[in-house]
């Protein structure tokens, strides 16, 4: 049995099929990209994962479970994380305290010894804080840890949200377009945080791309999606050579 | 300036970031306990109802500050806990035992208002909390074997273990104050834990906080609930100072002030909530001294003008009948809220924090530290 499954999933608005039974495994520890022209439904693969979206049909699986019909805040504490293609922060807080909500599936205290602010709590919030300092000092964000989401700049922000993921220890991350808006060296510090990501912390990658360079550097597998649907499937030089692909973005 | 070297987490977790903290406040709660003494009972009176207010305003910044959901029927809280006060208190209930249970009757129907606002956001919320604040006035105004309907009740003198606390005394200013300092503090112990973070979270996204593992529903009613409960324990008092309660003390007129109180001094903090409390309870005595001289002031400065004698007189009974007007009140508050909307949106705590960086940076402070940007309005596509 693979790690994460998706079995024929499918996602229609009345008669557009955004995703049309996609099927598709990803193996614990690697890196899966998936690549398609825009409205290809990548992003809506991801919006089903995390079910801000309820599946039309289909079935997920996470390490032999069935996740589809788990509420969307089960999710995370499941140990799947995700980013945004457009930046979802809590604009007007802190970073640090961005990064402390990611740490939220780990709080286990309750509302009146909160109140109260009893040991047991300050004990929790100490743990949170020294996981988040890892995350800080593994992406490089020292430099904004009492800084306001609003203030920073667009490059910053990806790169925190990032963190936030992070911070809540995920089994799988699921990566919407991480570069972009970012620049060359961004870029490539980003495909070295993917790298680190998974040898060092152990995390199995899904990630919705169009930079091909990012895609080419970090994948192990790649799947092409056009309207909905899977082109191709296999190492990043198979699918970039399949006809269905070259199709797709450059026209028959 | 100051620049804080942290060395441990605590620095981050403690109340009081610094020793300077620990002055200000210090001086402020020395001011606070020698008030009743140096103070007249008429500004004693006041602060009382500061206290209150503030506490409210505490309850609503939790709502509406930090969770981002709008009520305007707060009245209705504050109106369920002094009723529940009121009618416990003529079985002989002692103090603490129906203190805690307007806050937990107000906290419960918090919760079950909070279920049917879990599907409403924005102006649709606000309609359903008004529409929840009429249901409970008309119920208070009906219910006649509770809470004797439009007669009101009498609320006897409040007395702890045997003793009378009076509603002018420095005793109960004292009761007031200490109820409010528990509920900032709780508020703040809430705010640096993970409920108080998960709160912010659903302000500022409820798609990310629901990918983080937020129950967003759940944590809507947890807020609805704290809040409320809050503004019933404040309810319990009010309706002591009062001494007297009817259905039409609690209005939606009552419910706008406690908007004006956190709008005014800031949405964003907790000092907001006592700063536009302070603001709203000052400005009721300022505006009755405007309504009874401002006709004598215009007339007479039309006089010094040369006015004659008939002129000065019509412009007197005019100025007087506009100042009496019925509604006139809720019109300037309408004004104030505009204004502050309009040009001091982080409010009355926002422009002191403005004041206090102008002279931290003294003599580098530009026009343009302050100018506010236009801020890119996010989509509600994926809420």
């Known amino acids: ?11 229609h608005f009345g008669g557009l099929k955004a995703v049309d039974s996609v099927s598709f495994a990803v193996e614990k520890g690697e890196i899966l990209s998936i690549i398609g022209p825009n409205g290809a439904g990548k992003s809506s693969i991801f919006n089903l994962i995390s079910r801000i979206y309820p599946p039309t049909s289909g079935r997920i699986f996470f390490e ?7 509420p969307a805040y089960d999710i995370a504490g499941l140990g799947i994380a995700r980013t945004f293609q457009n930046i979802e922060l809590f604009e007007n807080a802190t970073m640090l305290s961005n990064l402390l909500v990611g740490r939220h599936r780990h709080s286990a205290t309750q509302l009146w010894q909160e109140l109260l602010f009893l040991p047991s709590v300050r004990a929790g919030e100490k743990v949170h804080r020294r996981r988040v300092e890892q995350v800080i000092e593994f992406l490089d964000l020292e ?3 009492d800084k306001l989401i609003s203030g920073l700049p667009y490059g910053v922000r990806k790169v925190i949200e990032l963190a936030r993921a992070l911070c809540s220890e995920p089994k799988l991350i699921l990566l919407d377009e991480p570069s972009s808006g970012l620049n060359v060296e961004e870029t490539d510090d980003m495909s070295f945080w993917i790298r680190d990501m998974k040898t060092e912390l152990g995390i199995t990658v899904l990630m919705v791309e169009h930079d091909m360079t990012l895609v080419n550097r970090v994948s192990d597998r790649v799947i092409a999606l056009n309207y909905g649907r899977v082109l ?16 797709a973005y450059l026209g028959a | 300036m100051r620049f804080l070297f942290k060395t441990d987490y605590e620095d981050d977790i403690r109340l009081f970031p ?13 001011f606070l306990v020698i008030a009743p003494f140096v103070l007249s009972s008429y500004l004693v009176s006041q602060l009382v109802f500061v206290c209150i207010y503030a506490t409210v305003g505490v309850g609503l910044m939790i709502l509406t500050g930090f969770t981002g959901q709008a009520s305007l029927g707060h009245a209705a809280f504050l109106a369920i806990g002094a009723y529940t006060a009121a009618y416990l208190q003529q079985y002989n209930v002692p103090f603490p035992v129906y203190f805690l249970a307007g806050g937990l009757l107000t906290g419960v129907v918090g919760a079950l208002v909070g279920f049917p606002a879990l599907r ?23 219910w006649e074997s509770v809470t004797h309907g439009n007669e009101g009740m009498r609320v006897k003198t409040l007395s702890l273990f045997g003793q009378a606390v009076p509603q002018n005394g420095s005793a109960f200013y004292f009761l007031c104050l200490g109820v409010l300092i528990l509920t900032i503090v709780g508020t703040l112990n809430l705010l640096r834990s993970p409920t108080g973070r998960a709160f912010v979270a659903i302000r500022d996204s409820e798609t990310a906080a629901r990918s983080m593992g937020v129950n967003v ?85 039309f006089a010094t003008f040369g006015a004659d004698s008939v002129t000065a007189s019509k412009i007197h009974s005019n100025v007087a009948a506009i100042a009496s007007a019925n509604g006139l009140k809720g019109a300037i508050y309408g004004v104030i809220i505009v204004l502050f909307v309009l040009f001091e949106p982080l409010g009355l705590y926002g422009r002191w924090l403005k004041i206090k960086l102008f002279f931290q940076l003294f003599p580098l402070c530009k026009r343009a530290t302050f100018k506010r940007q236009k801020i890119y ?4 596509r994926n809420r």
């Not at chain 2, 309005?377 to 509600?380: I, M, N, P, T, Y």
């Open chain 2, 120 to 142: 409403l956001t924005g102006i649709y919320l606000v309609i359903a909390t008004i529409s929840f604040a009429f249901i409970v006035e008309e119920v208070l105004a009906r």
């Open chain 2, 18 to 30: 610094h020793s300077g903290y620990v002055v200000s406040y210090g001086i402020l709660l020395a």
């Open chain 2, 217 to 301: 529903s759940l944590y809507k009613v947890k807020s609805f609930a704290i809040s409320a409960a809050i503004t019933g324990l404040a309810g319990v008092l009010f309706a002591h100072k009062l001494s007297f309660i009817s259905p039409e003390m609690f209005t939606l007129q009552l419910s706008i002030e406690f908007i004006i109180v956190i709008l005014i001094g800031g949405t964003f903090s907790l000092h907001g909530a006592v700063l536009g409390a302070i603001f709203l309870v000052m400005i009721d005595p300022f505006l009755t001294y405007l309504k009874d001289d401002l006709p004598g002031i215009i007339a007479g400065i």
């Open chain 1, 143 to 145: 430099a904004y840890r």
């Open chain 1, 64 to 70: 032999d479970q069935d996740i589809t019909e788990q």
């Open chain 1, 1 to 11: 049995m693979s790690y994460f499954r998706a079995e024929n999933l499918s996602l």
């Open chain 1, 232 to 247: 191709a499937m296999g190492s990043p030089s198979e699918v970039q050579r399949h006809p269905d692909v070259v199709a």
């Open chain 2, 377 to 380: 309005v996010k989509s509600e």
